[in-house]
C-alpha cells in the first residue's frame, strides 16, 4: 500500500492546469509546422504561421495560448495499491482545479445551464476514473474548449451501416462543423462501447500522440482514410480554405452490443491543451 | 497581399470598399460582447431603453478574455464562435452595428441583415489569444461587470489583423475558400 496526500494531488494538478494552459505540447507543435510546409493554400499558410506565433508568444510571455482555458476534463488512472489521504481523489483534483484556475488567471467558464450564471471557478471537474494495478496515480488533463466540443456529435449507427457508415458520419461531421471548430483539428472517434462510453473514448482518443501510428493495422488504415477525406473538404485552416482541415485522426474501439454500433466525434482545436502528471 | 487600414469606428463608405477575403488592419475604438451581453443588449432594446454604448458606426469583437495579470491591459483575448450570437445580431445591425470580429459561419439571417443595412464580418484567428492581445492597447469594462470574462469593455486597438468573411455584398470566405480547395488533398 502507499500513501499520497490530497494536498500533493492537488498541488499536482494545479501546476498541471496552468502549464498545459501557457505551454504547446511539442507533438502538436511539430503537427502544425509539417501542415504549414505542405499547405497550399496562402491564407491557409498564414493561419498555420500565426498560430505557431502565438504559441511562442504564450511561452514567451507566460500567458494563456487561448482566452478559453476550457472546463477541466480529467482521466484519472489510480493504482490499486495507492490510498488517497486527507481529502478523497474527487475533492483533490477539484481543490486543484480550482486553484489553477485562480492562480493562473484563466478564464471560468462553467456556468448554470438555465440562468448562464458563472460558478466563478471552473468546478466542478468533469473527472473519468480507471483502476489499474500498481501504487501509481496518473492524471491526464485537458483544458477542453467550448468551440471544438460544440462540433461534436455522437449517433447509434446501425450494424448494418458498418465501416463505411462511420467513416461517412465522420466525414459529414467535419463538413458540417466548417471553420466553427478551429481547424485544423484533431478529430477525436470512439467506435463501440454504448452511448456514453463511445463519447468517452472519443475524447480520450485526443491524447493519444499527434502523428503516431494507431497499434491497431485496421484502425489505422481507416484513420489514413478519414484523414485524406476530411482534408479533401477543403475547409483549411480557421475555414479560410486550404487542405489541412485536420492535423490528427485518433480511434478508439471497444466491443459493444449486438444491436448497436455507437459512434462519437469529438473535436480538439489545433491547439488541444493538454497534459498529465504521474505520481 | 495588399492589407487594408480601417480605423474604428466605421462609416458606410469604409464598409462599401471591403469585399471578402481582403486582409484588413484595424485600428481605433471597438467593444466586446458574447452571449449574455447580447442577450442583454437585445433586451435593453426590446424594453425602449438606452444602450450602455452608442452603437452606430461600431465593431463589435467576440471575445470573453481570460482576466489579466497585474501590470496587464488585457488577458488573451482570441475569438469566440459568432453563430451563438446570430439571434440577436440582426436586431444590432438594424439600428447600426456596422462590423462583427468573431471566429465561424453566420445564420441567413444575419447574412441578409448585412447586405440590407450595409455590415461586414470579420474572421479573426481563433485559439490566437496570446497574440491577439498584444494589439489592444486599453480595455475597460463599462457594462455588466458581473458577468466577469463576457462583460462588455471598450478597446482600444492598434492593428488587429482580420479577414473579411461576410461583406455587403453577399460575399462568404467559407464558401469560396471550400471551393478552390476541395479535392485538392489527395496525392500529397
Redesign the interface.
Given at each position: 500500500m502507499r500513501f499520497i496526500t490530497s494536498e500533493l494531488i492537488s498541488n499536482a494538478v494545479k501546476n498541471l492546469i496552468i502549464s498545459s494552459s501557457i505551454n504547446l505540447p511539442e507533438d502538436t507543435r511539430k503537427s502544425l509546422k509539417l501542415a504549414l510546409e505542405?499547405e497550399?493554400?496562402?491564407?491557409?499558410k498564414t493561419?498555420l504561421s500565426?498560430?505557431l506565433?502565438?504559441a511562442d508568444?504564450?511561452e514567451l510571455?507566460n500567458?494563456?495560448?487561448?482566452?478559453?482555458?476550457g472546463l477541466a476534463v480529467f482521466f484519472v488512472e489510480i493504482g490499486a495499491d495507492v490510498t488517497v489521504k486527507g481529502k478523497n481523489l474527487t475533492d483533490a483534483i477539484n481543490e486543484g482545479t480550482r486553484a489553477g484556475y485562480s492562480e493562473g488567471?484563466?478564464?471560468?467558464?462553467t456556468c448554470d445551464p438555465f440562468t448562464?450564471k458563472?460558478i466563478?471557478d471552473n468546478t466542478p471537474a468533469i473527472i473519468h476514473y480507471d483502476v489499474t494495478d500498481g501504487d501509481k496515480l496518473k492524471i491526464m488533463y485537458s483544458a477542453k474548449g467550448?468551440?471544438s466540443e460544440?462540433m461534436s456529435k455522437i449517433k447509434m449507427l446501425r450494424p448494418s451501416d458498418g465501416k463505411d457508415g462511420i467513416i461517412n458520419f465522420v466525414v459529414e461531421t467535419m463538413r458540417e462543423a466548417?471553420?466553427?471548430p478551429?481547424p485544423p483539428n484533431i478529430v477525436g472517434i470512439g467506435i463501440g462501447g454504448n452511448f456514453e462510453r463511445s463519447a468517452i473514448l472519443a475524447k480520450k482518443s485526443l491524447f493519444r500522440e499527434l502523428g503516431s501510428r494507431n497499434d491497431d493495422d485496421e484502425l489505422n488504415e481507416m484513420e489514413r482514410i478519414i484523414f485524406?477525406k476530411v482534408?479533401?473538404?477543403?475547409?483549411?485552416p480557421?475555414?479560410?480554405?486550404?487542405?489541412y482541415t485536420a492535423i490528427g485522426v485518433h480511434i478508439i474501439k471497444e466491443p459493444c452490443h449486438i444491436a448497436s454500433l455507437p459512434v462519437a466525434v469529438n473535436l480538439g482545436?489545433?491547439?488541444y491543451k493538454h497534459g498529465e502528471a504521474v505520481i | 497581399?495588399n492589407i487594408k487600414k480601417l480605423s474604428a469606428p466605421l462609416t458606410d463608405d469604409t464598409i462599401l470598399s471591403l469585399r471578402t477575403?481582403d486582409e484588413v488592419s484595424i485600428s481605433g475604438t471597438i467593444y466586446t460582447a458574447r452571449?449574455?451581453a447580447h442577450?442583454r443588449l437585445v433586451k435593453l432594446i426590446e424594453e425602449n431603453k438606452p444602450l450602455p454604448f452608442d452603437i452606430q458606426g461600431q465593431i463589435i469583437y467576440y471575445?470573453?478574455?481570460?482576466?489579466?495579470?497585474p501590470g496587464e491591459v488585457i488577458?488573451?483575448?482570441?475569438p469566440?464562435?459568432s453563430?451563438r450570437m446570430d439571434a440577436y445580431t440582426p436586431t444590432l445591425i438594424k439600428l447600426g452595428l456596422k462590423g462583427m470580429i468573431g471566429?465561424?459561419?453566420r445564420s441567413i439571417e444575419v447574412r441578409e441583415a448585412m447586405q440590407k443595412y450595409k455590415a461586414v464580418y470579420f474572421?479573426a484567428?481563433?485559439?490566437?489569444?496570446?497574440?491577439i492581445?498584444?494589439t489592444i492597447k486599453d480595455a475597460k469594462v463599462i457594462a455588466y461587470e458581473d458577468?466577469?470574462?463576457?462583460a462588455v469593455r471598450k478597446l482600444l486597438v492598434e492593428d488587429f489583423r482580420v479577414?473579411v468573411i461576410n461583406d455587403a455584398y453577399g460575399g462568404d470566405?467559407?464558401e469560396?475558400?471550400?471551393?478552390?480547395?476541395?479535392?485538392?488533398?489527395?496525392n500529397?
Open positions: 505542405k497550399i493554400s496562402e491564407s491557409g493561419v500565426q498560430i506565433l502565438n508568444i504564450a510571455e500567458k494563456p495560448l487561448c482566452q478559453d482555458t488567471f484563466l478564464r471560468k467558464s448562464r458563472n466563478g467550448g468551440g460544440n466548417g471553420p466553427n478551429c485524406e482534408n479533401n473538404i477543403g475547409t483549411g480557421m475555414g479560410f480554405g486550404g487542405i482545436c489545433h491547439s | 497581399m477575403g452571449d449574455q442577450f471575445v470573453g478574455p481570460t482576466p489579466e495579470k488577458g488573451s483575448a482570441g469566440t464562435t453563430y471566429k465561424g459561419k474572421g484567428i481563433g485559439g490566437a489569444g496570446a497574440l492581445s498584444k458577468l466577469l470574462s463576457e479577414v470566405l467559407y469560396d475558400g471550400k471551393k478552390q480547395y476541395e479535392n485538392k488533398y489527395i500529397r
